[in-house]
């Protein structure tokens, strides 16, 4: 099992830049999860979905933020425009039920 | 929302020292789980637990559900150098599958 993929690792951008993060899920997991991680907040969750429908959207910062699952294996995460405060490490994970599996994340840097 | 708070904030240690961790809040949790995470890496999953006074181990690891559904803890047995890093303990508060709640993580140095 190749486990939970995300792409970009690394990312850095000018503030105003659109940026996207995508992620795999693993086969057969039914609910996905995006997740920011800083210093100070700590882990934070932002969308999760279940059966490719968006369940909970409240932890998606504001506007520039949108998250799509157009199918069972890939989701993204798209901010637009990026602000150098959304600099942080976002992750993917995905389940069954309770026990989730993260991605290795994706560093995003807004210079 | 709810929150976990989880201490200490971090652990100085020698190599084969025994750990001890916990996780605490003011509200129920139905579901405990132990992550930990090691630098530029997402959290891995250690133990999950399901039921109040659960007690479960992995290895040198040992995890419980406190009876009050309220706390938890970890413990590392013997430690060795790979056991440095962020320690994560993680609640679902609700029935099913939902974002999880985060503590703010245990930082485990283990001094030479």
């Known amino acids: 099992d190749a486990g939970v993929i995300q792409s970009p690792r690394h990312e850095v951008t000018e503030m105003g830049q659109e940026v996207t993060l995508r992620c795999k899920p693993i086969?057969?997991?039914?609910?996905l999860f995006w997740y920011r991680q800083t210093m100070m907040r700590g882990l934070e969750l932002l969308i999760y979905f279940n059966n490719n429908v968006p369940i909970d959207d409240s932890g998606m910062p504001e506007d520039r933020f949108s998250a799509k699952m157009p199918n069972a294996s890939f989701s993204t995460l798209k901010i637009q425009p990026s602000e150098p405060r959304d600099s942080a490490v976002y992750f993917c994970?995905?389940?069954?039920?309770?026990?989730?599996?993260f991605g290795p994340g994706t560093r995003l840097t807004v210079l | 929302g709810q929150q976990l708070n989880q201490s200490p904030q971090s652990m100085f240690i020698q190599e084969g020292e025994d750990v001890s961790m916990n996780c605490t809040s003011s509200?129920?949790?139905?579901?405990w789980l132990w992550y930990k995470q090691d630098p530029g890496e997402g959290p891995v999953l250690l133990i999950a637990l399901y039921k109040a006074g659960e007690l479960t181990s992995n290895g040198r690891l040992t995890a419980q559900f406190g009876i009050t559904r309220k706390d938890s803890f970890l413990n590392i047995s013997a430690s060795i150098p790979s056991d440095v890093g962020i320690y994560f303990c993680?609640?679902?508060?609700?029935?099913?599958?939902?974002?999880?709640?985060f503590g703010k993580g245990t930082h485990l140095i283990i001094q030479p």
């Open positions: 086969s057969g997991h039914d609910y």
């Open positions: 994970a995905s389940s069954l039920v309770h026990e989730q599996f």
């Open positions: 509200s129920i949790f139905n579901t």
């Open positions: 993680a609640g679902y508060s609700g029935g099913g599958a939902d974002g999880l709640t």
